[in-house]
């Protein structure tokens, strides 16, 4: 019998060894999320913020670039009027050398190329840029508490075309205008219809860059906001992580003491006395009064044999005759001695 206790108390001991040791092994898992918590939270905060700087910048710079383009347009457009005005005055003097030369000199002719030329790189160099700026616009969309406007898909698909457009017709311009020079009077009416659809493509490319110069400012304080928020984000997510894992340590530091105090309580246990030198409870039961002290004695009263004082001696003297001359004690007859 004492063997199996003493096996179901080493049983015993061994888990609440395991369970304290789980316990531990959580206190320290919980310290090291307490300082990782604080520690990574830092840097993911400062990371963030300096990548929200890099984005705020990008869309300024971008929203510059998109002016510069806006800027190339307007030389273009006022370039392309002015050809427009100087057709519709040919128109009436077509045959007049000098007007031409005049309204229309080859200066003119290799501005609006070069413009078109200058117009067209610009364009191709920033519809990267512009496209990575419109993704960001999306990641930025995509972060909870931030809504913003959605953009047209297609924004910068009009505006790579307009601008190809407006180059092929600035060609079909120039060769217009030599053939006119030649001496192709049809030709004036066909250059101010290029003139024309080559306005309607920069008012294309226009709206297009408008909505895209929006869409960037939409980016860059959309940008700023989330950086002002990111440090107060990640210092309440640190502070909840804090409490919650100063509450598994203070669970498993009372689980500890727990398991300490049963420990403790086996160790007690071992110091009691084996169970075989108990007695057995039938033996309790069959002699109860074994068990209970024995009560002393009950005092007899003896009679008082004492005689009363004389008064004198006298007295003492006259009683022992009277004492003396008592009769025997009446003697048992013979059936009665018989029967007993």
Same mark, same amino acid.
């Given at each position: 019998?004492?063997?199996?206790?003493?096996?179901?108390?080493?049983?015993?001991?061994?888990?609440?060894?395991? +369970?304290?040791?789980?316990?531990?092994?959580?206190?320290?898992?919980?310290?090291?999320?307490?300082?990782?918590?604080?520690?990574?939270?830092?840097?993911?905060?400062?990371?963030?913020?300096?990548?929200?700087?890099?984005?705020? $910048?990008?869309?300024?710079?971008?929203?510059?670039?998109?002016?510069?383009?806006?800027? #190339?347009?307007?030389?273009?457009?006022?370039?392309?009027? &002015?050809?427009?005005?100087?057709?519709?005055?040919?128109?009436?003097?077509?045959?007049?050398?000098?007007?031409?030369?005049?309204?229309?000199?080859?200066?003119?002719?290799?501005?609006?190329?070069?413009?078109? $030329?200058?117009?067209?790189?610009?364009?191709?160099?920033?519809?990267?840029?512009?496209?990575?700026?419109?993704?960001?616009? %999306?990641?930025?969309?995509?972060?909870?508490?931030?809504?913003?406007?959605?953009?047209?898909?297609?924004?910068? +698909?009009?505006?790579?075309? +307009?601008?190809?457009?407006?180059?092929?017709?600035?060609?079909?311009?120039?060769?217009?205008?030599?053939?006119? %020079?030649?001496?192709?009077?049809?030709?004036?009416?066909?250059?101010?219809?290029?003139?024309?659809?080559? $306005? #309607?493509?920069?008012?294309?490319?226009?709206?297009?860059?408008?909505?895209?110069?929006?869409?960037?400012? +939409?980016?860059?304080?959309?940008?700023?906001?989330? %950086?002002?928020?990111?440090?107060?984000?990640?210092?309440?997510?640190?502070?909840?992580?804090?409490?919650?894992?100063?509450?598994?340590?203070? &669970?498993?530091?009372?689980?500890?003491?727990?398991?300490?105090?049963?420990?403790?309580?086996?160790?007690?246990?071992?110091?009691?006395?084996?169970?075989?030198?108990?007695?057995?409870?039938?033996?309790?039961?069959?002699?109860?009064?074994?068990?209970?002290?024995?009560?002393?004695?009950?005092?007899?009263?003896?009679?008082?044999?004492?005689?009363?004082?004389?008064?004198?001696?006298?007295?003492?003297?006259?009683?022992?005759?009277?004492?003396?001359?008592?009769?025997?004690?009446?003697?048992?007859?013979?059936?009665?001695?018989?029967?007993?």
């Amino acid at each position: 019998m004492s063997a199996e206790s003493g096996s179901g108390h080493t049983g015993r001991k061994i888990w609440y060894g395991a +369970a304290i040791a789980i316990c531990g092994l959580f206190i320290l898992l919980s310290v090291v999320g307490v300082v990782g918590t604080w520690v990574v939270g830092g840097s993911l905060s400062t990371a963030i913020t300096q990548m929200l700087v890099s984005v705020e $910048n990008t869309a300024g710079s971008l929203s510059a670039v998109v002016g510069q383009v806006d800027q #190339g347009m307007a030389k273009l457009e006022e370039t392309t009027t &002015t050809i427009r005005s100087a057709t519709d005055q040919l128109s009436q003097n077509i045959n007049d050398k000098g007007l031409i030369l005049t309204l229309l000199p080859e200066e003119r002719e290799q501005e609006l190329v070069a413009q078109a $030329n200058e117009l067209k790189a610009t364009v191709d160099t920033v519809l990267d840029a512009l496209a990575a700026g419109l993704e960001l616009y %999306r990641t930025i969309d995509s972060l909870p508490f931030v809504s913003l406007p959605k953009p047209e898909e297609d924004s910068l +698909a009009r505006l790579e075309t +307009a601008i190809a457009d407006i180059q092929s017709m600035v060609g079909q311009v120039t060769q217009g205008i030599q053939d006119f %020079r030649d001496g192709v009077s049809q030709e004036i009416g066909r250059v101010a219809t290029l003139l024309d659809e080559i $306005n #309607g493509r920069l008012n294309t490319a226009q709206e297009s860059l408008a909505r895209m110069d929006s869409i960037l400012l +939409a980016l860059q304080d959309a940008a700023a906001r989330v %950086r002002e928020a990111v440090p107060l984000v990640f210092t309440l997510v640190s502070i909840f992580a804090t409490l919650f894992l100063g509450w598994v340590i203070y &669970t498993q530091v009372e689980v500890i003491r727990d398991y300490v105090r049963r420990w403790k309580s086996l160790g007690a246990w071992a110091g009691a006395p084996p169970v075989e030198s108990l007695p057995a409870p039938g033996a309790l039961a069959a002699a109860p009064a074994a068990a209970a002290p024995a009560a002393p004695p009950a005092e007899v009263e003896k009679p008082d044999t004492t005689l009363p004082a004389a008064e004198s001696a006298e007295e003492v003297t006259d009683e022992l005759p009277a004492l003396q001359s008592d009769p025997e004690p009446p003697q048992p007859e013979a059936g009665e001695q018989g029967g007993s």
